[in-house]
């Protein structure tokens, strides 16, 4: 079994300030269907990302595609576009805040959209899609970590919680990475379904080439 990672399309609607892939999505192009099937063998687990990897056109081909072969494929999305994908096909979707004044200031976007995650979140469980909810913690959400996890829980869901990765003058230090460590602990004592994920997930990425 091997993990690969693509990143299909530049393009995202959300302009979150920590994004470590700004640069990255200035580049990147839509990637067609094809030059990801030619590099995907049966057993893979596949991770589709981007940019916003739900604002490719063809995703939901290229997901039904992967799920044929048979591979395991994994979306990861900030969650605000929904499109209706394969039941096999697992959704990561990143939850950094519920609270509406802090979900702005990261993430350059509206109650409409808060109110549109929240929306898709119950439209992939009731199509009997796999979601694990994925929050990405810095200075600005530390104090969301509880509440993030309420959500999580009064759902039945999983919740990764990972430091960020360095961007944009944003970071975390080992004082702030011990709180996080700690508060992911206490979650556990109180039997919450919670993975601590520190480092990124190592994967080679594959393009349009």
Known sequence: MTTKQFEIT???NLHCETCFNWELMKQLKNIEVENVLKKVSEGDVVYIGGG???S???VQELVEKLVEIP???VITTNGTIYKKMPKQAQIQISVWTLNLGLYNKIQRRTEKQL???KENISKYLSDGNPVLIN???YEQNFNEINSVSDYANS???PLRINPIFSANGFSVDSDLEKKIENSVFKL???GRNIIYSKNKMPVERFYSK
């Open 188 to 190: 556990k004592l109180q």
């Open 155 to 157: 759902l039945n869901l």
């Open 135 to 137: 929050m990405p913690v």
């Open 71 to 73: 591979s395991e494929a």
């Open 115 to 117: 109110d549109k995650l």
């Open 10 to 12: 530049g393009k995202c």
């Open 56 to 58: 490719h056109p063809k």
């Open 52 to 54: 916003e990897p739900m």
